[in-house]
């Protein structure tokens, strides 16, 4: 006989392990804005750690220069052939290109898993301040202008001088990962787990990205105090 304990344990799924994340290491990731200090910096990373990666500029030149001087198997093309050939796409534009990127973007970026590290900041001479982005956040803004894409919002909080320093093995630190659906923020996770010493943490959905981006301006300010470049860890996670 089947008692309501009986049904009640078949229909309740066991939890899943929030670390049990999927294989990437066959995704190509590519990276708009990659002749940047933040995009060369990540390609770098996730190149030596085996990943298939495309730089992507305005001109194909200087994508392809910037490739050949990372090496790794990086490969360099305009922001549009690369957003075609990825499977995920990381915008690493400047905050004030982006809405213009995205937009001249939308067919190829579709269906897309685009990942935005994007942080609307503003500079005066009490330092760095966070700017509101009409939409909310850059990561919004993305998802309003790529309707057709899995957008998500991660690699925010990373120093670029210390990604691109061949003499530093690992990253020290967390990467928080917001997004809508729970299989992309998985894949993103994945991603950042790839480099040693990073881990990936679920940290929300878009409509909290602007915090996430805003924190950059007081790791700006630790960073001037302390002469270094900080990261973040999430603890007891
Ligand atoms: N630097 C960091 O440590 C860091 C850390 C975390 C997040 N971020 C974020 O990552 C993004 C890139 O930062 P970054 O320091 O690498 O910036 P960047 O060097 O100033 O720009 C990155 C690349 O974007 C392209 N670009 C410049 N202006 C553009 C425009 N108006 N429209 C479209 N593309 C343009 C350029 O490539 P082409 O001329 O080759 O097209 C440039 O090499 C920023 O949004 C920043 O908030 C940076």
Redesign the pocket.
Known sequence: MTTSDDVKDVKKAPAKDPWDLPDVSGLVVGV??????????LAYRLAKAGQKVII????AE??RT?AEELGLGIEGLD?AECARRSDIVI????????A??LEALREELAGKLVVD?????GFDKQGAYALKPEEGS?AQQAAALLPDSRVTAA???????L?SDPEIEEIDTDVMVLGEKRADTDIVQALAGRIPGMRGVFAGRLRNAHQV?SL?ANLISVNRRHKAHAGLRVTDV
Not at 32 to 41: E, K, M, S
Not at 91 to 98: L, T
């Open positions: 708009l804005g990659g002749t940047g200090d933040q995009g060369r910096g992507g500029s305005r001109a200087r994508a910037a922001n915008v690493a534009v400047p905050w004030d290109g982006h213009k990127t590290c994007v942080n609307p900041l850059a690699f925010h909080h990373l120093s670029a001088v990604l981006e950059v």
